[in-house]
Structures are given as C-alpha cells and as structure tokens.
C-alpha cells in the first residue's frame, strides 16, 4: 500500500525530475516533485550479470542504454504532457566501458564484482605505496577499482587498448549515447579510484603509472554542472519525449551517494547504513579530512563534499548463510527474534562474517569467517545471534574510524532489504555503536537521493518532504560493557588470523 510520501501527478508540485538508477539485478525509474516526492509508479525492468568462476562479472552496456530508454518512454508516458525540468542517473559504482571514437563499446560494462584483474591487485600493492594513494585518491588498491582493471585490461585485450578512444563509466556511456554529451559525476569518477580527493580532478600521475593519457578520461561535472546536450539529440529527445525537451541532464553519479542522501544523511550530522546483501556505512562532509583513517574510503563527490564510509561484503549475505546452515525455517519466528532482542549472553559465540573477504577495515580480501566459542550446547538460535552480532561489530568498526575525521554524526538512518527482513539487528547495531539508529522505510532511497540531489540547483528553496522513518531505536547503555568486550575479542581474533 502507497504512504502518504507517494502522491499522484495532479497533486505534484513543479519542477518534475526524472530520477533513474541501474543497479544490479534492474534498473529503475520514478518521477519526483519538487519535495522530492514519488510521482505516480515507478518503473523497472530486471537484469542479471553475466559472471563466470574465473571473476567474470560483465553486462552489455547497449542492453542497458535500452533498459534506460524503455524507462523512460514507460515514465513520459504516465506523465500525460506534464513537463519535466531535469533528468537525473545514478548507477552502481566502479563499472569500466572502453568506446572507440564513435562511441561505440569495444568491451562489455566491466562491474565492480569483476574480479579477474585480482593477480595484478598483488602488483600494484609492491609497485605502488598503497598508504599514500589512499591519503591522495581516498581508495586502496582493489579489484573493483580502475588501476588494476586497465593493467589486466592491457595485458589481455591490448587489441582493445589499441583501438580506445575513451574510457568511461556505464552511467556516462548511457548518457553519452542519449544525449551525446561527454561527462562524468564527479562522484562516479572518484570511484574509479582515479581522481585527487583534494583537487577533485583526475589523478594525471596514476594514470600514467596504468598505461592510458588523461584525455581518455571523460571531463568532471559536479552535481550542479548539467551536461550540455548535443543539438542534434536534442532535437531526438523532444521529438520522442516532448516533455523533455527542456529538461536539463546531470551526470551520472553512484548509488551510494544516492543512497546517502535517499536516507536522510546528507551533511555532517548524519550517518547513513544501507543494509542489503552487502553494506556500507558513510558520512556525508564538507570539510575535506587531512589525514584519512586506513579502514576508510574517502570519494569526492562534488566540489563542496565528499563521502567517507567503508563497506561490508556480508550483511544480508551472511544472514542467509546463517538461514541456510542453522535451518532457520525448523525454527519458530518468534523464538528467533526473542533470541535476537535478548540480553545479550557472553557465551554467544563470537562471529567475524567474513563469508566473501573483508573490505573495510582491514581490507583482507582472502578473509574467510570465523565462528568461535561455539560448545556442545550451543544452540542454533545462538550462533544465528553470533551472526548478527558479528555483522553489527563490523558496523562498529567502521564507525570507530568514522568517528576520528567526522565527530559530529548524532544519528544514524538505516535503510535496505535487511532492515525489513530483519529488523531486530537494528537495535543490536545501536547497542554495538552506541548511536541510535532510525529506519527509513521508503522504498528505493537510491532513487529518491538521486533526485534530491538534481533537486538542489533545480529547486533551492522548496522545502523537501521527510520521508517514512520508524521509531528510532536507542543503545541500551547497560549493554555497553559486554559490547566493549566483544569488540575487543573480534579485534584479537581478526589480528591473529588476518592481522
């Protein structure tokens, strides 16, 4: 059933955007009013990557340029006339897409999943001083990110090197094919791993060290830097989609930014959880950090802002490790969710969820998870709250080193899957950060951050609508002393195996 948020197109108060988002099973679309609102229903048509053992994780990037373009004629339809003023795309981050001079694709869309570029991850952390790329770029040396991707990219395909014009992300190449402006979010190019956090530009020296010429790389927008529109598709766009026809396109930014915002966390005040299959904790902040934690990505998203978080790879999928090994289903619902909103029991086993290797904060990409202290009367209703205290610790972690560059977060939104799956690890992850923690109960908070921020410079000073949020839920300080003590354990552990 619709809440109050969503309204209908006659009670829609101008300007429109239209807000996209290709994550990674769909992509998205809705239209928002000027108090970032959802107009009438959105739309989404399902996709799945092509993936394969040897890190393969690939989808064709024409087949998105036609899920974007069926969105939106699906959208403009529903809007019966009524004019949009901008358009606005968010994708998933750390995608790659190698077009020649035409613009056309001479490589599949390379996802932030694939990992084939792995062996040269090893290289770069000997050839590369790792602690002081992060402090320059704000990322490590990982698969998802560019450097790596375009070393095996040389080495295997230097046919395709050869013949590139440009290198660009999917949410550019989409934008590129529509309305033939060349461009990246600023947000979208600092996921790269390739842009000075403290310049906000691409990083010329590291692109270098990886073999390509900085002007292969698509020009920065910030988020109030539209794209300029090719006249030729101008004149395409208002005859397919007259209501856009003076409607401004902004670059394409991440879908964790758009998350961000879509929660609620969008200044220093704030911090914001999602919580899917994977997770990620993140600040939004104005004052760019001097010296970044080593745990902690930091991406410049615009000229005034960036993001500084870290990421999980196991949230919702160590939980359904825990459905599946425990046989939750044998179990009562009720008895399960006692168990989890229980006092918190020191002989619950102690879980380190590293079930796909670590990213924040360690960054032990070959970590495995751990389970400990389990004894013959252990019961699976136990190790299943292992589990969740495991991952609420993980958030924990990252907060401890959030804490150090932005001291100001009094609350935290949490959003995503999980939440609404299970919402009793809610209150744990208060209890272990010792900060309250709000539900954000719309749906797609990527989508809705993506037009809030188009929002911005297209409607300044209309005040914007507070989305559905649950009762925040508070720490229980009585509880501070067993999670001190569990944060302790996990930090002994983690550095006797991976340390």
Same mark, same amino acid.
């Given at each position: ?83 949009? !003023? ?94 033939? $402006? ?17 310049? !906000? ?11 390509? !010429?900085?002007?292969?790389?698509? *020009? ?38 758009? $998350?961000?915002?879509?929660?609620? !966390? ?82 619950? *086993? ?56 932005? *001291? ?63 009762? $925040? ?27």
């Amino acid at each position: 059933m619709a809440s109050d948020f969503d309204i209908e197109l006659k009670d829609a108060v101008p300007p429109l955007v239209l807000a996209l988002d290709v994550g990674s099973t769909a992509s998205r679309g809705a239209v928002y009013d000027a108090h970032g609102r959802p107009v009438g229903k959105r739309a989404k048509v399902p996709h799945t990557f092509t993936t394969a053992p040897d890190g393969t994780s690939e989808i064709d990037p024409d087949q998105v340029v036609d899920e974007v373009t069926t969105l939106i004629d699906q959208l403009v339809e529903a809007l019966d006339g009524t004019p949009v !003023a901008g358009v606005a795309l968010d994708t998933f981050a750390s995608s790659m897409v190698v077009v020649d001079d035409d613009g056309r694709p001479l490589t599949p869309c390379f996802t932030y999943a694939d990992s084939r570029c792995a062996p040269h991850v090893a290289a770069l952390r000997v050839e590369l001083d790792e602690e002081a790329l992060q402090q320059r770029t704000g990322t490590r040396v990982h698969a998802s990110y560019w450097p790596a991707r375009l070393r095996w990219l040389a080495e295997e395909r230097p046919e395709v090197v050869g013949q590139a014009a440009r290198y660009l992300s999917l949410g550019d190449h989409v934008l590129h094919r529509l309305t033939g $402006a060349l461009g990246t979010g600023t947000s979208t190019a600092a996921w790269t791993g390739m842009v000075d956090r403290h310049t !906000a530009d691409w990083y010329p020296e590291l692109a270098e060290i990886v073999g390509i !010429a900085p002007g292969q790389l698509p *020009p920065i927008h910030h988020l109030d830097q539209p794209l300029q529109v090719d006249e030729r598709r101008a004149a395409k766009i208002a005859k397919r989609w007259p209501t856009l026809q003076d409607a401004v396109w902004y670059a394409a930014i991440t879908d964790g930014l758009a $998350a961000n915002v879509g929660l609620g !966390a969008y200044d220093e005040t704030s911090m914001g959880a999602s919580c899917a299959t994977s997770g990620a904790l993140r600040v939004l902040v104005r004052e760019m950090p001097d010296e970044l934690p080593p745990g902690l990505w930091c991406y410049r998203v615009s000229h005034d802002r960036a993001l500084v978080g870290g990421a999980l790879n196991d949230v919702g999928r160590a939980l359904a490790w825990a459905d599946v090994t425990l046989a939750v289903d044998q179990i009562e619902d009720e008895e399960l969710s006692a168990a989890l909103l229980a006092e918190p029991h020191p002989t619950t *086993p102690l879980v380190l969820p590293f079930f796909t290797g670590e990213r924040s904060t360690g960054w032990a990409a070959d970590a495995r998870a751990v389970v400990a202290g389990v004894s013959a009367g252990s019961a699976p209703v136990e190790v299943y709250r292992g589990v969740v205290e495991g991952i609420a610790l993980s958030y924990a972690r990252i907060v401890s080193q959030l804490r150090e560059v932005a *001291p100001q977060p009094e609350r935290l939104f949490a959003g995503g899957s999980v939440t609404t799956d299970h919402p009793e690890l809610l209150q744990v992850m208060a209890d272990a950060m010792r900060t309250p923690v709000t539900p954000v109960r719309i749906k797609r908070t990527t989508l809705h951050g993506t037009a809030l921020l188009a929002l911005e410079s297209l409607a300044p000073d209309v005040r914007r609508a507070r989305p559905d949020r649950g009762r $925040a839920l508070t720490p229980d300080y009585n509880r501070r002393r067993y999670y001190t003590d569990r944060f302790q354990r996990f930090e002994r552990v983690y550095d006797a195996l991976f340390g």
